[in-house]
């Protein structure tokens, strides 16, 4: 993953009207939850920066070098609160890491390819896990996981067992959890329903001889 640096000051200000006046300044409040002192520190970042850093970035837990004053603390995303409206952000939460300790984080899974039980099959791919959790290092964050489900056939379900993610990740989510699975076409009801038109017009003619 690639580190992004940010620019951040500590605060003294507190209250809904300190920090809406932050806001007007263009400033974002924040909060750092530090790893070593115990704590949690009060921080504000120019939006403007934030918010090019942030450009194309997806991932919700984000390694992060804060630049306080000189001082380069790494720092993990946790949680970012945006405006309703205008969808611009307007609080961030941090926590300070070491880069030589595994952190355990949740990362968005994603299903690539096209499964030879669709294409072949004719069945439906329902994803069941759209998250996993793992433990790795800070810097092997990953924004995203894109799983490979071209050899899932018909009736068949991938669970997360079956992912191989690298040396890097530990899977701490449970094993037997399905993550993917194609499912047969649901097609033997409509089948039933046209076999019963011929019946129904045999049904006919047989009871018009009879009126005969």
């Given amino acids: 993953m690639d580190q992004i640096k940010i ?7 507190q209250g809904t009207g300190a920090v809406r006046r932050l806001r007007r300044a263009g400033m974002i409040p924040g909060s750092v939850m530090k790893m070593k002192k115990g ?13 090019m850093a942030m450009r194309g970035r997806s991932g919700k837990q984000l390694l ?17 609160q945006n405006d309703v409206l205008a969808g611009t952000p307007i609080h961030v939460d941090f926590s300070e890491v070491s880069l030589t300790e595994k952190v ?12 030879i039980g669709v294409k072949i099959g004719g069945g439906v791919l329902e ?31 991938m669970f997360v067992r079956d992912l191989q993610l690298g040396d890097k990740f530990t899977v701490v989510t449970r094993g037997e959890l399905a993550l993917a699975v194609v499912k047969a076409p649901a097609d033997g009801g409509a089948a039933a329903e046209a076999g ?17």
Wanted: aromatic content about 4%; glycine content about 8%.
């Fill in 7 to 13: 620019k951040a000051e500590t605060r003294s200000e």
């Fill in 39 to 51: 704590g949690t520190e009060l921080i504000k970042l120019p939006k403007h920066d934030f918010m």
């Fill in 64 to 80: 992060v070098t804060l630049d306080m004053g000189g001082s380069e603390v790494p720092a993990l995303l946790r949680e970012m």
């Fill in 104 to 115: 355990r984080v949740t990362v968005p899974v994603y299903l690539v390819g096209e499964s």
């Fill in 127 to 157: 994803q069941v896990l759209r998250t996993i959790d793992v433990e790795c290092l800070p810097e092997d964050i990953a924004e995203k996981f894109d799983i490979d489900v071209s050899n899932l056939g018909l009736d068949q379900t």
């Fill in 196 to 212: 019963k038109g011929p019946d129904v017009i045999k049904k006919g003619k047989e009871d018009k001889e009879e009126k005969k």
